[in-house]
Protein backbone atom coordinates (compact mmCIF):
# COMPACT_ATOMS: atom_id res chain seq x y z
CA UNK A 1 0.00 0.00 0.00
CA UNK A 2 1.27 3.51 -0.50
CA UNK A 3 0.48 6.43 1.36
CA UNK A 4 -0.49 9.68 -0.22
CA UNK A 5 -1.83 13.40 1.85
CA UNK A 6 -4.54 14.86 0.18
CA UNK A 7 -2.97 17.76 0.26
CA UNK A 8 -0.32 16.96 -1.65
CA UNK A 9 -2.44 14.77 -4.70
CA UNK A 10 -3.86 18.40 -4.63
CA UNK A 11 -0.70 20.24 -5.61
CA UNK A 12 0.50 17.80 -7.88
CA UNK A 13 -2.84 17.80 -10.03
CA UNK A 14 -3.02 21.57 -9.62
CA UNK A 15 0.66 21.64 -11.05
CA UNK A 16 -0.16 19.09 -13.85
CA UNK A 17 -3.35 20.98 -15.13
CA UNK A 18 -1.65 24.27 -14.56
CA UNK A 19 1.02 22.64 -17.07
CA UNK A 20 -1.03 21.27 -20.13
CA UNK A 21 -0.32 20.41 -22.33
CA UNK A 22 3.52 20.16 -21.31
CA UNK A 23 4.28 17.63 -19.06
CA UNK A 24 5.65 18.01 -15.01
CA UNK A 25 7.64 16.04 -13.18
CA UNK A 26 9.00 16.30 -9.56
CA UNK A 27 10.24 14.55 -6.13
CA UNK A 28 7.90 13.48 -3.58
CA UNK A 29 8.87 12.81 -0.54
CA UNK A 30 7.79 11.16 2.86
CA UNK A 31 7.04 12.01 6.49
CA UNK A 32 6.30 9.13 8.94
CA UNK A 33 2.93 8.69 10.06
CA UNK A 34 3.72 9.59 13.46
CA UNK A 35 4.77 12.90 12.55
CA UNK A 36 0.92 13.84 11.05
CA UNK A 37 -1.48 15.51 12.50
CA UNK A 38 -4.69 13.42 11.63
CA UNK A 39 -3.07 10.13 10.69
CA UNK A 40 -4.51 8.21 12.91
CA UNK A 41 -4.89 4.63 12.61
CA UNK A 42 -1.52 4.05 10.82
CA UNK A 43 1.42 2.27 12.47
CA UNK A 44 4.02 5.70 13.15
CA UNK A 45 6.49 4.36 11.38
CA UNK A 46 4.14 4.33 7.96
CA UNK A 47 5.87 6.42 5.72
CA UNK A 48 3.44 9.10 3.90
CA UNK A 49 4.06 11.36 0.69
CA UNK A 50 3.45 14.48 2.06
CA UNK A 51 6.41 16.88 0.23
CA UNK A 52 7.17 18.13 -3.34
CA UNK A 53 9.76 19.94 -4.58
CA UNK A 54 8.96 22.44 -7.37
CA UNK A 55 9.58 21.50 -10.50
CA UNK A 56 12.59 22.51 -11.94
CA UNK A 57 11.57 24.60 -15.34
CA UNK A 58 14.76 23.11 -17.35
CA UNK A 59 14.67 19.82 -16.76
CA UNK A 60 16.29 18.07 -19.64
CA UNK A 61 19.57 19.96 -18.37
CA UNK A 62 18.99 18.73 -14.84
CA UNK A 63 17.61 15.08 -15.97
CA UNK A 64 20.01 12.64 -17.48
CA UNK A 65 19.35 8.78 -17.60
CA UNK A 66 16.14 9.22 -15.87
CA UNK A 67 17.97 11.02 -12.89
CA UNK A 68 17.39 14.45 -11.45
CA UNK A 69 20.39 16.03 -10.60
CA UNK A 70 19.10 18.67 -9.24
CA UNK A 71 17.23 16.89 -5.96
CA UNK A 72 19.34 15.09 -3.71
CA UNK A 73 18.79 11.38 -4.27
CA UNK A 74 18.21 11.01 -0.20
CA UNK A 75 15.43 13.42 -0.31
CA UNK A 76 13.10 12.31 -2.61
CA UNK A 77 11.46 8.84 -2.48
CA UNK A 78 9.18 9.03 -5.08
CA UNK A 79 8.38 11.19 -8.28
CA UNK A 80 5.24 12.24 -9.76
CA UNK A 81 4.79 12.98 -13.21
CA UNK A 82 2.24 14.13 -15.65
CA UNK A 83 0.57 12.64 -18.98
CA UNK A 84 -0.83 15.02 -20.54
CA UNK A 85 -1.44 13.08 -23.80
CA UNK A 86 -1.02 9.23 -22.86
CA UNK A 87 -2.06 6.46 -20.79
CA UNK A 88 -2.02 5.63 -16.50
CA UNK A 89 1.25 4.59 -16.28
CA UNK A 90 4.83 4.33 -16.15
CA UNK A 91 6.52 5.36 -20.00
CA UNK A 92 10.61 4.44 -20.83
CA UNK A 93 10.55 8.91 -20.87
CA UNK A 94 9.80 9.05 -17.04
CA UNK A 95 12.13 9.79 -14.18
CA UNK A 96 12.38 6.94 -12.07
CA UNK A 97 12.17 6.23 -8.45
CA UNK A 98 11.19 3.90 -5.49
CA UNK A 99 7.19 4.80 -5.89
CA UNK A 100 6.30 7.34 -9.36
CA UNK A 101 3.20 8.79 -9.22
CA UNK A 102 1.43 8.85 -12.42
CA UNK A 103 -1.03 11.78 -13.35
CA UNK A 104 -3.34 12.38 -16.65
CA UNK A 105 -6.69 14.83 -17.37
CA UNK A 106 -9.17 15.30 -16.46
CA UNK A 107 -6.56 16.13 -13.51
CA UNK A 108 -9.03 14.57 -10.68
CA UNK A 109 -8.32 12.16 -7.73
CA UNK A 110 -9.72 8.97 -9.55
CA UNK A 111 -8.61 5.48 -10.26
CA UNK A 112 -8.38 6.33 -14.34
CA UNK A 113 -6.52 9.77 -13.65
CA UNK A 114 -3.97 9.04 -10.37
CA UNK A 115 -2.14 6.09 -9.74
CA UNK A 116 1.10 4.84 -7.85
CA UNK A 117 3.63 2.78 -9.77
CA UNK A 118 6.81 0.99 -9.08
CA UNK A 119 10.08 1.64 -11.16
CA UNK A 120 8.79 -1.35 -12.91
CA UNK A 121 5.47 -0.14 -13.78
CA UNK A 122 3.32 -2.51 -11.35
CA UNK A 123 0.57 -0.85 -9.89
CA UNK A 124 0.30 -0.67 -6.35
CA UNK A 125 -2.76 0.00 -4.39
CA UNK A 126 -3.09 4.08 -3.06
CA UNK A 127 -4.47 5.28 0.04
CA UNK A 128 -5.27 9.12 0.42
CA UNK A 129 -5.00 10.66 4.02
CA UNK A 130 -6.22 13.15 5.16
CA UNK A 131 -3.20 14.58 7.62
CA UNK A 132 -1.11 17.37 7.62
CA UNK A 133 2.23 17.34 8.30
CA UNK A 134 2.78 19.92 11.31
CA UNK A 135 3.24 22.75 11.34
CA UNK A 136 6.31 24.55 10.12
CA UNK A 137 8.16 27.83 9.86
CA UNK A 138 11.04 29.56 8.17
CA UNK A 139 12.62 30.39 11.49
CA UNK A 140 12.35 26.90 12.91
Do not use: C, K
Not at 45 to 60: A, H, I, K, M, R
Not at 64 to 92: I, K, M, N, W, Y
Not at 120 to 132: F, M, N, Q, T, W
Amino acid sequence: MVYVTRALVDVLLDLASDADPDDVTTGVSVSPAGDLEGADGLPAETPVFTDFYLPDPGNSVNAVFGVDLSTPARQAQGRFVSHPVGELEVTRRDDLAEIVFVAVPPWTVEERSFAAFDRSGERHPLEIVDALPPGQSLTD
